[in-house]
């Protein structure tokens, strides 16, 4: 596909429940971020990864959440054990980015909404 | 800590009417700024994006500068429509990991 592309675009669950969310980057592109958007809330970054180092988790908000990125494509970002603070939007985006080089456009994926009930 | 501040929350305005929308951020030390728009429901749609050595950018009846040194930019949205109804996002990127800092965004509704 040309985008970024996410699934589900609707997941409701239960508190206590895991959840797996699912990013496609688009392809070639090495850098992918993870995002959250709270109602009322700004978009608040989750973690990201370049290439195959190491990702940066300095924006998980707990241990409940962890993030893989298998071959240097497809993500899943995994939530443990969900809490109703956990309802968001989840949004990822990829970019060419090179390490150590100018920025480029981050282009999104549409969301999964998760609700935790 | 970087934080990005969006001016107004929402604005409301009559079709064709010119309109700017502004940003402020705290850490002027930014790689690059990039507007945003964002429809209810949907994800984000990249607009325009500012290297930190840029002036401005334009793209047809948008225009967005960046004044780095006092941490400003503004969209400038000419001869506004209401397909031009969504929310705005500005979003720097300041750090080597490229992730974006965002402000809350302008709620922008143009009238017919």
């Known amino acids: 596909g040309a985008g970024v592309s996410q699934s589900p675009s609707n997941k409701v669950t239960e508190k206590g429940k895991d959840v797996e969310l699912r990013c496609d980057p688009i392809?070639?592109?090495?850098?992918l971020y993870w995002y959250r958007q709270s109602l009322g809330q700004g978009l608040e970054f989750l973690i990201y990864f370049q290439g195959n180092s190491a990702p940066d988790k300095s924006g998980l908000p707990s241990d409940r959440f962890s993030a893989e990125r298998t071959g240097g494509s497809v993500s899943t970002l995994t939530i443990q054990r969900t809490q109703q603070e956990d309802s968001a939007v989840y949004l990822c985006?990829?970019?060419?980015?090179?390490?150590?080089?100018?920025?480029?456009?981050?282009?999104f994926g549409p969301g999964t909404r998760l609700t935790v009930l | 800590k970087q934080e990005v501040t969006q001016i107004p929350a929402a604005l409301s305005v009559p079709e064709g009417e010119n309109l700017v929308l502004n940003c402020s951020f705290t850490?002027?030390?930014?790689?690059?700024l990039q507007w945003f728009r964002q429809d209810p429901g949907k994800g984000l749609t990249s607009l325009l994006l500012?290297?930190?050595?840029?002036r401005e950018q334009t793209s047809g009846r948008l225009n967005a500068s960046l004044d780095k040194s006092s941490g400003r930019s503004t969209l400038y949205i000419a001869a506004s429509q209401p397909g031009d109804s969504a929310t705005y996002l500005c979003?720097?990127?300041?750090?080597?990991?490229?992730?974006?800092?965002f402000g809350k965004g302008t709620k922008l509704s143009v009238k017919p």
């Open positions: 392809s070639g592109h090495t850098a």
């Open positions: 850490d002027s030390a930014i790689y690059n």
């Open positions: 979003a720097v990127d300041g750090g080597s990991q490229g992730n974006l800092i």
């Open positions: 500012i290297q930190s050595s840029q």
């Open positions: 985006a990829s970019s060419s980015r090179l390490a150590g080089v100018l920025t480029d456009t981050q282009y």
